[in-house]
C-alpha cells in the first residue's frame, strides 16, 4: 500500500510539474510583441530619420492582453551626448483585439482619430521626430517601448516623457519593446 502511495505522489507531482511548465510556455508564448519595418537591433530605415522624411514608422503590436484598455509608446535614445533624448511620446491609442497597428506616418498633432494623444519630444515638438545623432558619433539604440495599460489617461498641458511615465505607473499590464539603430556619416 505505501508503493501505491508513493507512485500516486510521484505522478501527481510529475503532473503538477507538466502542466506548470505548460503554463508558463503558454504565457511566454503569448507575450505581447511589437514588429516594425525593421527587425529588432537592425538598422531604422533612412525614411523614419531626420536625413529622411522624419515621420514615424509603422509598429504593429500583437498578443495585447485581453484587459488592455490603451497602448502607450515612448520612443528615446540613451545613446545621446547630452544624455536619454526623448523621440516620440504617445498614449491613449485605442485596444480593439489582441493586436494594433500604428499606421506610419502619424499627423504631428497633439490630439490624433480615436483619443489618441501626443506629447512633446526633446526637440520641444509634439509627435515623433526621428534618428538624428550628430555625425560621427557612432550607432545610437532607438528603443521604441510599447505598454499596454488598464486604462485611459488624462493628461492635459504640454506632456513630456516624465509626465506619461508618472500617469502611466500602476497601469502597465505589460510591455514589449523594439530597438532600431540609426548613424550619420561624415
Known sequence: MKK?????AILIVLFGFVYGAEKVANKEA?????????????????KYACEGEDIN??????????NAKSIAIICDDPDAPIGTFVHW????IPVD????????????????????????????????????????????HYHFKVY??????????????TDLEKAMKGHIIESAEIVGLYERKY
Open 97 to 140: 483585439g489582441d493586436s494594433v497597428k500604428i499606421p506610419e506616418g502619424l499627423k504631428k498633432l497633439e490630439k490624433l482619430t480615436e483619443g489618441t494623444m501626443q506629447g512633446y519630444n526633446d526637440f520641444g515638438k509634439i509627435g515623433y521626430n526621428g534618428p538624428c545623432p550628430p555625425r560621427g558619433h557612432g550607432v545610437h
Open 4 to 8: 501505491l502511495f508513493s507512485l500516486l
Open 57 to 66: 514608422p509603422e509598429l504593429v503590436i500583437t498578443n495585447v492582453p485581453k
Open 89 to 92: 511620446v504617445i498614449w491613449n
Open 148 to 161: 499596454a495599460l488598464d486604462t485611459l489617461l488624462d493628461l492635459k498641458g504640454k506632456v513630456k516623457k
Open 30 to 46: 503569448k507575450r505581447m510583441v511589437v514588429t516594425s519595418v525593421f527587425k529588432n537591433g537592425e538598422f531604422i530605415p533612412k
